[in-house]
């Protein structure tokens, strides 16, 4: 049976995931009256939850005699990592673009690595049933793409499809008959080339990626570079480095393999050159290892990944509520988790710093750090985080830069005055503005990365919602100096105790809450937004004095407006270099990294 090995690649939202859960149910993986949920690949909570691709995973289908391994990659920037690793497994790509948007950001990002890697693209130009499709503007941007990327010929060559993802069709040309996904299928096995790893040669399989069994262990994952895998073969495992560098190597054996047949793993005996498996067996395996035959211990060159831009300090708790609700508190636990999520998470570093009880944690962006810590309070897990930082370089000329990200803004043209105003307090440099017409202006950025710390929930107001805003790391620049990214104070609380609708209600017109009455709070912590620029301390567990006197109006009702609740993200961009976001399992709190209110004003005055 003959092998292909894809991948699919595309911006975030363009409809990866849905694709190929038709792709699955067309190729016959599921039974006919088998209940399959939306979206099957996003299986993480997470996933589910936000609607979007984290985590790259494996699977396959059956085209008439060709087997095809699929690799579901993450559309968003921050996850690049996941998809930098993955194009290492495979031989061609299926590029994914929205009819309507076109080649966003991250299209541009994926596109770069699969291009650089000689890999065989396939152009699905999707959603052509959108009411503000132009596939055939889509089309000469992708080829511009292509070109702008110094494609070579047979990758500018490649094949273009249309389809419609939710439908579950692919075409030839737009104006066709909507039938299945068979022009797809035929294209994957007409355009992608078979794998072209020797069979007769000794084994030899670089790890893309890492799963894990509860009864197995680690699980390596990669494709078969050379040779044969066999259950109870002996192997040695190669460190990280560069081809014919055997570093330093240990000797395993493989206890199970497997290979992918649907979204399930299937056990074998045996697989070859050109297949993706699973390997159980393997203690101490890493991503960008070498496994191969202890004859001829040859090391592939490791996978090369972006250095991260962005950097947080994780602490232990230590607020007055410290330990009430998290399972794991202690710094060596918090140390321990971090450093196993090093072992699958190759995007992320994690270092130690002067105090042993905080970690500096650095990965592509705050929605990368961010679903770490999600997935960590969810494990049982308490700390507090810091404000974000960016991570400064010195360049060749010894001249301090910081990262730039290229910010891409699609919004109605009727609310664009206050974007572009904000973006230009934030030093933003618009780079082009373009009008397709129906009613939505794209704009392109250069923008500093700690620009956009805290700029989401401001630009979803100045938008109405309706706005979209995409971004992704581009280059590093000039250091531009101090930046004001939070134009208000906030609201700390003066005493520890239950918050009270009385006190609430007195404040609530000249602010914005994060609490609702009836929150346990304490000294420090931040319990809203003021109006105006300036902290102020505030008591919230208050109640009315009762007295035996009844005056007219005094016992009205109290109407209080709903609080705005934070995500770890947005209280990530919201906070200043002197707050803290307390993570527990059930509650994110906001706080002064020092509680008590003399503390913060010697403090003020020192750095005076």
Known sequence: MSIRNIAIIAHVDHGKTTLVDHMLRQAGTFRENQQVAERVMDSNPLERERGITILAKNLSVRWKDTKINIVDTPGHSDFGGEVERILR???????????????????????????????????????????????????????????????????????????????????????????????????????????TGQVDGPFQMLVSTIDYSPYLGRLAIGRIERGVARVGDSVVLLEHGH???????????????????????????????????????????????????????????????EEPTVSVDIMVNNSPFAGKEGKY???????????????????????????????????????????????????????????????????????????????????????????????????GEMREMQNPGGGLVRLVYRMPARGLFGYRSEFLTDTRGEGILHHQFMEYGPYVGALSTRSRGVLVSMLTGESVAFSLGNLQERSTFFIDAGVPVYEGMIVGENSRQGDMEVNVIKGKKLTNMRASGSDDNILLEPPRVMTLEDAMGYIADDELIEVTPKSIRLRKRLLNASDRKKASRASA
């Open 243 to 305: 081809e014919g560098d055997a570093g330093a190597a240990a000797r395993m054996r493989i206890s199970k393999l497997f290979t992918f047949d649907g979204l399930a793993r299937e056990e074998v005996e045996q697989a070859y050159a050109g297949d993706i498996v699973a390997l159980a067996g393997l203690s101490d395996v890493d991503i960008g290892s070498t496994v191969c035959d202890p004859a001829a211990p040859e090391a592939l060159e490791g996978i090369a990944v």
């Open 329 to 427: 508190v202690t710094s060596r636990q918090v140390r321990d988790r971090l450093m196993k999520e090093l072992e699958s998470n190759v995007a992320l570093r994690v270092e130690e710093t002067d105090s042993p009880d905080t970690m500096t944690v650095s990965g592509r962006g705050e929605l990368h750090l961010g679903i770490l810590m999600e997935t960590m309070r969810r494990e049982g897990y308490e700390f507090a985080v810091s404000r974000p930082r960016v991570i400064l370089k010195k360049g060749a000329d010894g001249q301090l830069q910081e990262p730039y990200e290229e910010v891409t803004i699609d919004v109605p043209e009727k609310l664009m005055g206050p974007v572009i105003e904000k973006l230009g307090q934030r030093r």
């Open 89 to 195: 497994m495979v031989d061609g790509v299926i590029l994914l673009v929205d009819a309507a948007e076109g080649p966003m950001p991250q299209t541009r990002f994926v596109t770069r690595k699969a291009l650089e890697l000689g890999l065989q693209p396939i152009v699905i130009i999707n959603k052509i049933d959108r009411g503000d499709a132009d596939p055939h503007r889509v089309h000469d941007e992708v080829l511009e793409l292509f070109m702008e990327l110094e494609a070579k010929d047979y990758q500018l060559d490649c094949p273009f499809l249309y389809a419609v993802g939710r439908e579950g069709v692919a075409m030839q040309n737009p104006e066709d008959a909507r039938v299945d996904l068979t022009p797809l299928f035929d294209g994957i096995v007409a355009t992608i080339p078979e794998p």
